[in-house]
């Protein structure tokens, strides 16, 4: 194990001093993990620090690396890089009431972006397993054609589609474009 502190102090060496994760966890509280062998901790804030500018797809494949040897699921990990390298697509979904549950990943649906253009965006659910109908949270887009959703900004709304119907509508809350 001690392969798998070294990759999480070389991550964690990546880390820009004033970074924080969301749970407000900072670089320091990733050090006392790992001087304690916590690596299961470290990992989980490593990869919940925000600022995607800082972040390369090699910190990410450092993260899906130990994620691995671990055995536990690099999927958030993987997404990340994603995100790294093709920018990030954030939106506030609420599903209506006649929608279907959807899992927070593995989804690829179809979505509105204004008046009839219809294009597929993976997507994962932030903060739960599923979303229910009825319902909202935080969503992260990977469109298909990255190319079909430069023109939306925050604050536009989009609409999700189940087989072929409106169920939902999604206000854009974050978008951070595609590296150069």
């Given amino acids: 194990m001690e392969e798998v502190e070294e990759v999480l102090g070389l991550a964690l060496a990546q880390v820009p001093p004033g970074a924080r994760s969301e749970s407000d966890l900072t670089r320091l509280d990733v050090e006392e993990y790992l001087d ?15 600022g995607i500018t800082w972040q390369t797809a090699r910190y990410w494949d450092l993260l899906a690396g130990v994620a691995v040897q671990m055995d536990l699921d690099p999927a958030w990990f993987d997404w990340r890089r994603g995100e790294s390298i ?23 649906p179809v979505w509105d972006l204004s008046g009839g253009e219809r294009r597929v965006a993976a997507m994962w659910v932030e903060s739960k397993p599923v979303l229910e109908p009825g319902l909202r949270a935080t969503v992260r887009l990977r469109p298909l054609m990255p190319s079909a959703w430069t023109h939306l900004i925050r604050g536009d709304q989009i609409t999700f589609q189940q087989d072929g119907e409106p169920r939902g509508t999604a206000k854009i809350v974050e978008k951070v474009p595609a590296r150069p």
């Fill in 36 to 50: 304690h062998a916590e690596w299961e901790l470290a990992l989980d804030v490593l990869g919940d620090f925000e």
């Fill in 86 to 108: 093709h920018g990030l697509l954030r939106a506030e979904l609420r599903l209506d009431v006649a929608a279907e549950a959807v899992a927070a990943q593995g989804t690829r």
